[in-house]
Structures are given as structure tokens and as C-alpha cells.
């Protein structure tokens, strides 16, 4: 069965140092998510992607972060300069335009220390 | 917070026993979700239930949606050691196709 790839599966950075996560959709969808989930908290919607076109990213804190997905498959996620706040699961997911469920991938464990 | 609301924020129970969640939101949906989250893993997608639906069944599942109420509640039936999971509801407005998620409820089920 396809599944969302994501990688590195864990991340352990230092304060003002920068930050790069990497996500592989399944093949065919076009939609893609960047989530952020704190602890003990659910994921909330920091970028989608339609294709290689940002949708929403009304939720992206854009002095810091940027994502892109350039041809429109894979996506990539970074954070400069890294901040304790960041600290986090920061998780991909994609679907089918159309349908309604979303497939997420593992995700990343960030620890800014 | 644009987060909807779940109760409990934790659940412990006896395998056997049922389990329910109760999750509310904000805003008029098109849809309401609810996804399943293993400790350190990605979400799974258990069931959607639409506006127009007040209830829906997929196996042990057991969905219920109040839109007057705004609020939705899941329902585990005879839990297993293995549904331990956080789970989320998740709604879709009417407009976009953004999810907005719940604060979650974890459960607990002992063998």
C-alpha cells in the first residue's frame, strides 16, 4: 500500500541553526499538507499545496518558515533560524483532489534545543 | 484557539468495555472527521461523517453528528488493547478544504 514518506524521522537542532524536512506524497496526489503538532495537541494547517501552487499558507510564520514543492510532487519545509518554540511533530500529508481523507506520513520529532 | 474542543482529554478503560469521545467546533462544516494517532506516528483516518448525516457505522465505530450543537461524538464498541491511540475529530468548513483539528482525546484501553 503507497504511504507518505517523510524524512528525517527525527531532528535535533540547536537554537538559530536552520532546519530542512523533506516529504514525499503518494503518487498521484496533487494536494499536499504541512502540519505542526505540539504536544498534547492536534495538527494545525501551516501550508497546502495544490500542485506546485501554494493554496493557504495564511497559518506559515513567513519570517521564518518556507516550503516549496517545485514540481509539484515532493515538498520540503524549513525553518531558519530555529527558535525553542519550534519544537514539535511536524507532519505531511496529501490526497486526491476531490476526496475527503487525508494520508499522512510519520512525521518529524523536532527538538530545538 | 481555531481548534475545536474534545472531551474527555483522556480516557482509561477495561478491554471490553465501550468508549466515547465527544468533540465540538466552531464554524458550519461540509464534513467532520475523526483520525486515529499512535503514540510518535502519523494519523490514520477512521470514518467521515457529512452535514447531512446524523449517524454512521464502520465496524467497532460508531460516529454521531449534531450540526444544531456543533458537536459529534465516536463511539468504540467492545475496545481491544490495541485501539490505545489518541484520537482527533477534524471539520471541514463549508468553504476550503482545510481541516481544523481537535485538542485530541487519548485513550487508554487495559488487557
Known amino acids: 500500500e503507497a504511504e507518505v514518506a517523510q524524512s528525517p524521522r527525527y531532528k535535533i537542532t540547536e537554537k538559530s541553526q536552520a532546519v530542512a524536512f523533506w516529504c514525499d506524497p503518494i503518487?498521484?496526489?496533487?494536494?499536499l499538507y504541512w502540519y505542526r503538532q505540539i504536544l498534547g495537541q492536534g495538527p494545525e494547517l501551516l501550508v497546502q499545496?495544490?500542485?506546485?501552487?501554494?493554496?493557504?499558507d495564511s497559518q506559515l510564520p513567513k519570517d521564518r518558515f518556507s516550503a516549496e514543492r517545485l514540481k509539484g510532487v515532493d515538498s520540503t519545509l524549513k525553518i531558519q533560524p530555529a527558535e525553542l518554540g519550534d519544537s514539535a511533530m511536524y507532519l505531511c500529508?496529501?490526497?486526491?483532489?476531490?476526496?475527503?481523507?487525508?494520508?499522512f506520513g510519520p512525521g518529524t520529532r523536532l527538538l530545538v534545543l | 484557539s481555531q481548534q475545536g474542543e474534545e472531551d474527555p482529554q483522556a480516557l482509561s478503560i477495561q478491554e471490553g468495555e465501550n468508549a466515547t469521545m465527544n468533540c465540538s467546533y466552531k464554524?458550519?462544516?461540509?464534513?467532520l472527521q475523526w483520525y486515529r494517532q499512535n503514540s510518535g506516528r502519523g494519523l490514520v483516518h477512521l470514518i467521515l461523517?457529512?452535514?447531512?448525516?446524523r449517524e454512521k457505522h464502520s465496524g467497532r465505530l460508531r460516529v454521531t453528528l449534531d450540526t444544531s450543537k456543533k458537536s459529534s461524538s465516536l463511539l468504540i464498541t467492545a475496545s481491544r488493547a490495541a485501539d490505545t491511540a489518541s484520537y482527533f475529530c477534524?471539520?471541514?468548513?463549508?468553504?476550503?478544504?482545510?481541516?481544523?483539528f481537535g485538542e485530541g482525546t487519548q485513550l487508554t484501553v487495559n488487557p
Open positions: 477534524a471539520s471541514r468548513q463549508t468553504s476550503g478544504s482545510r481541516l481544523t
Open positions: 503518487s498521484g496526489h496533487a494536494t
Open positions: 499545496f495544490q500542485d506546485e501552487s501554494v493554496v493557504d
Open positions: 500529508a496529501s490526497l486526491v483532489p476531490g476526496q475527503e481523507t487525508q494520508y
Open positions: 464554524t458550519s462544516i461540509n464534513n
Open positions: 461523517i457529512r452535514s447531512n448525516e
